[in-house]
């Protein structure tokens, strides 16, 4: 699991960076103006196209079903039950792009009915609708190669995908047009060639590929994928309730996303590799019917994530305002505006536990093919999420989507532990509720004893720092934050920094 938790996190990382490249030029070129939230709002109806088809989910629905082939030894199989699911969802996503490129005027007319300008929205959320093809089916071509341990073509994916955005924003800017669309364009070039194009190459590598299917997997697929399809986990609308609540005032869908952005970034390296790189072994697991095993690995994995990610909080409470600043704080965002955006990443910054113990956890759930259990606590806080979006605006303006944010996704977390407990018994639970204590202690530690070292190194946030001076000055403080975390967690005596440093990389499976 090590080399695979590399690779992943290695990955996300750059894809990270490449992504907060992406919205620093979008920051610079359009600010927080409604130009700002046409470009974010015309992934909403494309993004509910793949949640229709549960795209978020669809290698975790096919992992366990060629896992189970393949711990057989019968490659035949497996091709054809990814031969004849692929040919589905193919098929399936094809047809109902078309319906939603057909129907687009009425959907925008539906879902954003205060739209600062109609026709454009409709035209935008048209050019982008076709990216969708290439991200469910290139899903499942990613599964096929998770399933063989080969993680480094879909690491590429992500970066392909947001160095297409980038380079259509720049093309855009060089021939006189920056505009929104020209992003648009690079994420459906970035889409097909990263997404679909590489992993068509690394799936047809691995010799489970298309042929002639004697017998179908779709029933099983459906199945497995139903849950998913009819109950969207609150981790995955997350993302479209900014969209969605962020049209009551100009600027804050922006506001939010950068804010938002920028908290993905540690969420993504630490909870999303940990989960896209446990996955697999887990899988293979509980394939063979080692509930033990399974258990273990889950409990592991938990722990770990969920103390280097409370290390990843504090960090980012105590650098939220200076990384604002040296990120976005230029051309049309003003230093109010990232004053804004710095106050929304503090609170973002405090759901990074909970990103991680949700994303461990619930692929237990999916290891074991059941997927009601996290899907129906997901759908639940889902629903909680509305009214809770909508109150806290009311008592707290835009800072009040970013806590309801936090303060579901946490919800959500905790209610998968307490699934976990019942599943696999009170002891694991029992023995992630320590890691959980010493995490806490030591990131509070680290944000008190850290702040007043970068208040003093930026300022109080005056502008007076050069771009170098506050990189520079931001690295003392993230390594101030670490050390100061790893003091505490060691006066304490954390199992998991031992766990952690033995768990070296070895990337013969990669």
């Known amino acids: 699991?090590?080399?695979?938790?590399?690779?992943?996190?290695?990955?996300?990382?750059?894809?990270?960076?490449?992504?907060?490249?992406?919205?620093?030029?979008?920051?610079?070129?359009?600010?927080?103006?409604?130009?700002?939230?046409?470009?974010?709002?015309?992934?909403?109806?494309?993004?509910?196209?793949?949640?229709?088809?549960?795209?978020?989910?669809?290698?975790?629905?096919?992992?366990?079903?060629?896992?189970?082939?393949?711990?057989?030894?019968?490659?035949?199989?497996?091709?054809?039950?990814?031969?004849?699911?692929?040919?589905?969802?193919?098929?399936?996503?094809?047809?109902?792009?078309?319906?939603?490129?057909?129907?687009?005027?009425?959907?925008?007319?539906?879902?954003?009915?205060?739209?600062?300008?109609?026709?454009r929205l409709v035209s935008m959320t048209r050019v982008v609708l076709p990216a969708q093809v290439f991200l469910v089916l290139g899903a499942l071509l990613?599964?096929?190669?998770?399933?063989?341990?080969?993680?480094?073509?879909?690491?590429?994916?992500?970066?392909?995908?947001?160095?297409?955005?980038?380079?259509?924003?720049?093309?855009?800017?060089?021939?006189?047009?920056?505009?929104?669309?020209?992003?648009?364009?690079?994420?459906?070039?970035?889409?097909a060639v990263g997404n679909f194009g590489l992993q068509w190459v690394g799936a047809k590598r691995t010799g489970v590929w298309l042929t002639r299917p004697r017998r179908s997997a779709v029933g099983e697929y459906l199945l497995l994928a139903l849950p998913l399809m009819i109950g969207q986990s609150v981790a995955v609308l997350d993302e479209q309730f900014v969209r969605i609540f962020g049209q009551v005032d100009v600027g804050a869908t922006a506001a939010l996303t950068l804010a938002r952005q920028l908290n993905m970034v540690p969420v993504g390296v630490i909870a999303q590799a940990a989960g896209v790189a446990t996955f697999p072994f887990l899988a293979s697991l509980a394939a063979r019917g080692d509930d033990d095993g399974l258990v273990e690995a889950t409990g592991r994995a938990a722990r770990n994530t969920l103390f280097v990610a409370a290390a990843a909080a504090a960090a980012l409470v105590v650098l939220a305002r200076p990384l604002v600043e040296l990120l976005y704080q230029r051309g049309e965002l003003g230093r109010d505006d990232a004053g804004v955006v710095a106050a929304l990443l503090t609170i973002y910054a405090w759901s990074i536990p909970a990103w991680g113990l949700h994303q461990i956890l619930a692929r237990h759930f999916y290891a074991k093919r059941r997927m009601w259990a996290p899907v129906a606590i997901g759908t639940g806080f889902s629903i909680v999420a509305v009214p809770a979006w909508l109150f806290l605006y009311e008592a707290r303006g835009v800072e009040g989507h970013a806590l309801a944010s936090?303060?579901?996704?946490?919800?959500?977390?905790?209610?998968?532990?307490?699934?976990?407990?019942?599943?696999?018994?009170?002891?694991?639970?029992?023995?992630?509720?320590?890691?959980?204590?010493?995490?806490?202690?030591?990131?509070?530690?680290?944000?008190?004893?850290?702040?007043?070292?970068?208040?003093?190194?930026?300022?109080?946030?005056?502008?007076?720092?050069?771009?170098?001076?506050?990189?520079?000055?931001?690295?003392?403080?993230?390594?101030?934050?670490?050390?100061?975390?790893?003091?505490?967690?060691?006066?304490?005596?954390?199992?998991?920094?031992?766990?952690?440093?033995?768990?070296?990389?070895?990337?013969?499976?990669?």
């Open 1 to 119: 699991m090590g080399a695979a938790a590399v690779v992943i996190a290695s990955s996300v990382l750059l894809s990270r960076i490449l992504a907060l490249g992406r919205e620093v030029l979008l920051a610079g070129f359009f600010g927080l103006t409604s130009e700002a939230d046409l470009y974010r709002d015309a992934f909403l109806i494309p993004d509910l196209l793949n949640y229709l088809l549960a795209g978020a989910y669809l290698t975790i629905t096919l992992v366990p079903i060629l896992s189970r082939h393949l711990e057989r030894g019968d490659a035949e199989a497996a091709s054809q039950a990814f031969t004849s699911v692929f040919r589905f969802a193919a098929v399936a996503v094809v047809a109902l792009t078309a319906v939603m490129w057909a129907l687009a005027d009425p959907l925008v007319g539906l879902v954003f009915p205060e739209a600062a300008d109609h026709g």
């Open 142 to 191: 990613m599964a096929v190669q998770y399933t063989h341990k080969r993680f480094v073509l879909p690491a590429l994916a992500p970066l392909v995908y947001n160095a297409g955005v980038i380079g259509g924003g720049l093309v855009g800017a060089f021939t006189g047009d920056a505009s929104p669309e020209a992003f648009l364009w690079g994420a459906v070039i970035g889409s």
């Open 406 to 510: 936090t303060l579901v996704m946490t919800g959500y977390a905790l209610a998968m532990v307490a699934a976990w407990g019942f599943d696999s018994g009170w002891e694991a639970v029992r023995r992630l509720a320590p890691s959980a204590a010493r995490g806490l202690i030591s990131a509070v530690a680290a944000g008190l004893a850290t702040r007043p070292l970068v208040e003093g190194l930026f300022g109080e946030g005056d502008g007076d720092l050069s771009a170098w001076g506050g990189l520079g000055a931001a690295g003392v403080g993230g390594v101030a934050v670490v050390a100061v975390f790893v003091g505490v967690a060691t006066l304490l005596k954390s199992p998991e920094l031992g766990d952690i440093a033995r768990r070296r990389p070895r990337f013969d499976k990669t």
